[in-house]
């Protein structure tokens, strides 16, 4: 079952432009749950985002899927180590 959409996934306002900008991906790519980015919301890296006040375990990062990688934040549940699927073998 697909979770509800994020209402802040319709505020993504990113923009085309020449300046560096986020990506609007608005939920976990972990759990697929929202991952309340609100650059990604804003569409501009001028507003801060929770996870900046965070230390997210390198175990953790490593269960992000490559494509994903660089380009979609995880939701503060996933970020601590709490949920998503394991590991890839």
Known sequence: MTPPPDPSAAACTAQPSDA????CAPTC?????PN???PAAAGSF???CW????KIAPEVLERVPVESRGKACLCAACAAGGAGPPPPT
């Open 20 to 23: 560096l900008q986020p990506t």
């Open 29 to 33: 790519p972990l759990c697929g749950q």
């Open 36 to 38: 309340r980015c609100a």
């Open 46 to 48: 001028e507003v801060l």
């Open 51 to 54: 996870c900046t006040s965070v």
